[in-house]
Nanobody, 127 residues
Framework: QVQLVESGGGLVQTGGSLRLSCAASRRTFSGYAMGWFRQAPGKEREFVAAISWVGGNTYYADSVKGRFTISRDNAKNNVYLQMNSLKPEDTAVYYC????????????????????WGQGTQVTVSS
């Protein structure tokens, strides 16, 4: 079992930045590919960014490419999402997710591919 706890959400103006953190409870973070998703009111949960557990292979949704950066610190069991140049359409609850992977360089982009989810953290971007 992996428990995930997100933090770092809040209210920010358009063009501002936030850094989300996700802490994993498991003793070892290795072997788990990680992802960030978001869900706005009335919309389905959507993929934002993903990272493999070794090598730092990353992938981004087109809507955040060039503005968001996903990273991880396996020694601290943390994954991060640096969000810059925020827009009102980035407003959503952001979720951290984890899935065990036998393939060290693989990342995952589908909601159904992840086994563990955090409780979410609210990000609100005012115009």
């Amino acid at each position: 079992q992996v428990q995930l706890v997100e933090s770092g959400g809040g209210l920010v103006q358009t063009g501002g930045s936030l850094r989300l953190s996700c802490a994993a409870s498991r003793r070892t973070f290795s072997g788990y590919a990680m992802g960030w998703f978001r869900q706005a009111p009335g919309k389905e949960r959507e993929f934002v960014a993903a990272i493999s557990w070794v090598g730092g292979n990353t992938y981004y949704a087109d809507s955040v490419k060039g503005r968001f950066t996903i990273s991880r610190d396996n020694a601290k069991n943390n994954v991060y999402l640096q969000m810059n140049s925020l827009k009102p359409e980035d407003t959503a609850v952001y979720y951290c997710a984890a899935v065990f992977s036998w393939h060290s360089g693989t990342y995952y982009t589908g909601v159904d591919e992840y086994d563990y989810w955090g409780q979410g953290t609210q990000v609100t971007v005012s115009s």
